[in-house]
């Protein structure tokens, strides 16, 4: 008899640990709402962040004009160099991008983004040296719109 009971209060055990492990699995599924009043908005942790996104608008005044002009086929030497060396920031930028959450990708674009801008609008700031910026700028927008895509293969 002792066994039969001991069998009994074992198996119940099991059955109430499986059940309470689906029920918790299975809690996402609830909402959690009043019958009587409308449903609680539930946002996302991440939209906040998003709303700051880099738009063509936040670009300085004359970059259109300024990556226009250095478009021609006959620039110089020194902004050959100076693309150059961008794009290995890019790929160093892209590198640094894959090892980051995407959140944490979206502010560090965001600050780079920034201090370029920033670096633009000194004064002191030659015309070469001005180039680079903005192309570090225009290597930000892309970024920051390839990862509002979810495009993660590109990054």
Known sequence: MKKLVLTFVLLASVFIVMGSINAISNMEHFN???????????????????DDCITEEDLPEGFGLYTHQL????????YKKVSQSAKKYGASLDSTLKNLSTVDAHDFIHKTFQNAKNAVMNEDVSPIQKHYHYEIMRMCLERDKHLNQNMIGKL
């Open 32 to 50: 959690f709402i009043s019958k009587t009043g409308p449903k609680a908005p539930i946002e996302s942790v991440y939209s906040a962040k998003y």
């Open 71 to 78: 478009t021609d086929q006959h620039v110089a030497w020194d």
